[in-house]
């Protein structure tokens, strides 16, 4: 049940432009769920899933639940039913539900017609509407976690502020608790070999906390989101470490750890306690905290700027 009568199902939305990596952020957080001892769901309505990439990722795929849809319907009724046996079985168990992607995805009324132009196409709009209220209140008091990856589009028309939007009317923007929107920033190159992708993530809506927070990582195509690599970025970025020539120092339990940074890894696994302290770390320098106590910010210290 929701502590203190706050839900506790929440409704995230990934975007962003092609090869932007909505897909595998998603698989991500499936991954870290069954991490969790949650129960993992792909929605496919697009068939691109690859289940070699998942495993090495570390998606467990014999213990995901994969649904093929063709349409918002299908995946509107799958998301009740799984709610449904949620219910009935173990209700303090995480689910998390991964529905790639809302721009892939069909209606019925589409699917029965010919490939000519048919009015203004607005039966997605109207579904995900109704459906996104049903299921907003459904999640609410379950410990689910639906994914919503989609499409940014060129906003016709648009001179002046943000120039995309997405697929599926306004529904899906309205009710997600977060929406992360994906860009990139360049590639990744090793010899002659594209291997990855430099991403950025800008929170552009959080109920959870404050909006509008960014990060930036490395995804690579064998092995997806290299978080290790980013957070030596912000220990140096932010001087959460000191430098010495090729190496990091990093103060911890009264004890000074030197690493480098092909062996960062290392040092965190032999090191207890050191992987949450960094973390912490991190948090505390990227992570706007709210205050119980409003303080008047000083005019002097703030900037206006445009959107």
Known sequence: MPHGGIPVGRICEINGLEASG?????????AECQKKGGIAVYIDTESAVSRQFLNAIGV????????????MEDVFETIEDIIAKVREGDSDRLVAILVDSVAGAST?????????KEGWATAKAIIM???MRKITNLISKEKIAIVFTNQLRD??????????????????????SVRIRLSNLGRIKKSEE?????????ITKNRLGPPLRK?????????????????????KDYKLCKKEKNSYVVEFNDKVIKFTPAKFKEALAENEGLEEYIYDLICGALIMEYKSDAEVHDEEDIEIVDE
């Open 22 to 30: 909505k897909s595998l952020v998603g698989a991500h957080i499936l």
């Open 108 to 116: 019925k009324v589409e699917m029965e017609q010919d490939f000519d």
């Open 215 to 235: 990060a930036e990582f490395h995804m690579y195509f064998d092995s997806g989101i290299d978080d290790y690599a980013s957070w030596l970025v912000v220990l």
């Open 60 to 71: 467990n795929t014999q213990e995901m639940v994969y649904v093929p849809a063709e349409t």
């Open 155 to 176: 906003k016709l028309g648009a001179m002046f502020g943000d120039k995309y939007t997405t697929s599926g009317g306004k529904a899906l923007p309205f009710h997600a």
């Open 194 to 202: 594209i291997v990855g992708m430099k991403t950025k993530c800008e």
């Open 129 to 131: 509407s109704k459906a």
